[in-house]
Structures are given as C-alpha cells and as structure tokens.
C-alpha cells in the first residue's frame, strides 16, 4: 500500500525567504562572506529590561502553562501600552496572547471565518497570510495595491468588487513595501468594514518603526477589528515568538477556546520577561535601533539608483524596501540565487509577495548594520558593472 498522501492543505506554497535561508546557510558551509538582506529580523537581541527580567524569571518562577489567554501581568502591561503610547484604553480581558502575531493571526481566521468565506488580502503582502488563508480553507482575495493608494487598499477598492469579503487584512507600515496607511483612509475602511460586517484585521506588528509618517491604530476608530501585535519587530525579540490580539467581544471566547485546544498558552518565559519591553529603559534602546534603521534608509535612498532602481515603494516605516528591478530582470528567484552565487548578498524575491507580478521586484531588508547595508550594495554595483 502506498503511504496515505499529505491533505491538500499541506500543498502550502513555500515561504521562500526561508528557502533562500536555505541556500544561505549551504553557502556558509564553503564561504565566510554572507550579507544578509533577505530577512526582517533585527540583528539585535532582547532590550536589556527584558533580558533581566527573564533572568529574574528563571530563577524565580515555575514558568508553567499561563491561562490560555496570557498572565494579567502581561495583557495588563499590553493595555499600558495602548494607554501611553496611543491614549486610548483596553480592557485586558480584551486582549489574548499568541505564540508571536503568526499565530494570533490563524487564531483569528479560525475562530472568525468557516471554510469557504473569502478572505481579501493586499498584493503585495506579506506570504503568509495568503498561504495560511488557503490552509484555513478559506477562499482568498488579493486586492492588486499599488503606489496610487501606496499600496493599500482602500474603501473604493473594497466598494467595487462583486462579492463582498468577510475579511480584509491590511498591515500598516507594511511587509514588503513598508508603507503606512493615512489616518483618513484607515479610519475609512475601519467604518466601511464595520458598517458592511466585514472584519478588518489591523497587522500592527512594525508599529514603533517609522520615519516621519504617522502610524495609527485601527482601534482609534471602532472596537469592531482585531488588532494584530508583536514584540518580533520593534522589540526586537523575534525569537521569543510573543504576540497579542486586541479582539472585538464575540471573538474573545472562541480565540480562547482555540488556543486552549491548539497551544495551551503563549511561551511563559516570553511573557514574563515581555513585560520590561514597555518600559522607558527598553523604548530609549530600542530607540536607538530605529534610527540605525532610518541611517540605512537613507543609504539605501541615496544609492539605490546606482543599481539602475529608481522605482520603489515609499518606505515609510518597517524596515524594507520593495524594489522594482524590471530592467535587470524578469525572473525575480533565478536573479536572487544568481547575486547569491556571485555575490553573498543574499536579498528575497518578489514572488513571495506578489505571485502576478513579483517576478520584476525584490525586496531588501535595511534591519541589519549600516556597514552591512553599505558592504551590499558595493557588491551588488560591482556585480551589475
Ligand atoms: C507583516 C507581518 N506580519 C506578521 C509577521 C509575523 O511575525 P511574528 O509571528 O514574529 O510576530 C511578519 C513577520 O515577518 C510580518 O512581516
């Protein structure tokens, strides 16, 4: 008998940052010269505060399963942080803690959405959220974003189309272009989702990561969406896999049925120590990280045209750059294993956020030292001639 196939489900597309990852880790096998400008982690550890608090934690506590939905501790220092950081207030029993913003967003699509229901999502977006739709057995829309409305969807786009979604997911600054969506237009779609019972799921995770543009919160305008957070980006604490959602009232119970089932709870250690990471000590460090972001911005701003680029998205927060790269190829994956080949730099093709027209861009990612950024671009200007 042959062995029972995998479900149609686990025919997921690959992620294929992780298989240049791959191939990265194969050339560090032979070379000692790898620049990585494919991933969006910052090369930072934990904010000191967080690092000894999960000291303290270790040999203080048993740091055994929490409720499912997180310690009060933790969602109590979550609702500080929207207190002081936005000015509005959320109750803690509003707010459940995930296994990093990953798995807060299947929580979400499961507990809101029954096989079947479309979901609309942008192009270009972020992989995961298309791939993890489809696994849900949802139906998928993707709503072709592009500089006019800088590549955000909008209250026209959603008004136009035959069949009305029972989800939108918008992430703002995003991933890959790293734009932010204006205060009228997000308070726009907030009432349109809300008014036309479609639930709008805000990916608020790059809060914090900005340069000069305004970041709002969908919650300054309803309470109807959930709103996605995560210490991974600004926190710089990726590996921690810490998240959160802020959820309207009918789904609290049911996200935590499902994380009761699915995870039991969030990591303990992650949410212990999590609550330094809202603190003055750790936002002046991590202050600190932006602005070595903004420096790499401006490096890339200042020379991506000696790449030929001169067409990319406005990186007005995150920390990427969505590069059109049209005129050096048509073959987005085969150019980034080639630069890889020739180059070290290992940089991510657009495929993985845009399946129609991702095969002329790439996305690079400015997490890294300004002295990475620099060493990148030197190689890839030698290697283009
Ligand atoms: C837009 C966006 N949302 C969500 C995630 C998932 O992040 P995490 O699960 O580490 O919170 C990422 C990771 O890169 C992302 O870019």
Redesign the pocket.
């Known amino acids: 008998m042959s062995p029972r196939p995998a479900s149609v489900r686990g025919g997921v597309e690959p992620f294929h940052v992780m298989e240049v990852l791959k191939a990265v880790a194969a050339r560090r096998l032979s070379h000692d010269d790898v620049v990585l400008l494919c991933v969006?982690?910052p090369s930072t550890p934990a904010p000191a505060p967080v690092r000894a608090a999960a000291e303290h934690a270790l040999g203080a506590e048993t740091l055994g399963y929490t409720e499912a939905v997180g310690t009060l501790a933790f969602r109590r220092a979550i609702s500080g942080h929207y207190r002081e950081q936005y000015g509005f207030g959320v109750d803690p029993d509003a707010v459940v803690v995930t296994?990093?913003?990953?798995?807060?967003?299947l929580l979400t699509l499961l507990a809101a959405f029954d096989p079947g229901d479309l979901v609309a999502v942008t192009r270009p977006g972020?992989p995961?959220?298309r791939n993890d739709v489809l696994a849900a057995g949802c139906r998928l829309l993707e709503l072709p974003c592009g500089p006019e409305t800088r590549y955000q969807p909008s209250v026209e786009m959603l008004a136009s189309l035959s069949e009305k979604p029972a989800g939108l997911v918008l992430?703002s600054p995003?991933?890959p272009t790293g734009t932010i969506i204006g205060a009228d237009e997000l308070a726009a779609l907030t009432r349109w989702c809300a008014d036309n019972d479609v639930l709008l799921i805000s990916?608020e995770?790059?809060h914090g990561i900005s340069f000069g543009r305004p970041t709002h919160s969908a919650w300054e305008y309803g309470r109807d969406a959930v709103v996605?957070g995560?210490?991974?980006?600004y926190q710089s604490m990726?590996g921690w896999?810490i998240?959160w959602l802020l959820l309207p009232e009918a789904l609290r119970r049911p996200v935590e049925l499902l994380q009761g089932n699915l995870a039991i709870c969030a990591p303990a250690l992650s949410q212990a120590a999590g609550c330094a990471a809202f603190g003055p000590d750790a936002r002046s460090e991590l202050d600190g990280h932006v602005r070595r972001y903004a420096a790499n911005r401006d490096i890339l701003l200042e020379r991506l045209p000696e790449l030929g680029i001169t067409s990319f998205a406005p990186p007005d927060g995150?920390f990427y750059a969505w590069c059109d790269i049209g005129h050096l190829t048509d073959d987005s994956q085969a150019w980034c294993a080639d630069v890889l080949a020739a180059t070290g730099v290992a940089l991510a093709p657009g495929i993985d956020f845009d399946p129609v027209d991702g095969h002329r861009f790439m996305r690079l990612s400015f997490c890294g030292t300004s002295e990475e950024i620099t060493e990148g671009i030197d190689r890839l200007v030698r290697y283009l001639g």
């Open positions: 969006g982690q296994t990093g913003s990953s798995a807060g967003f972020y995961a959220y992430a995003a991933n990916d995770i790059y996605v995560s210490l991974s980006k990726t896999r998240g995150a």
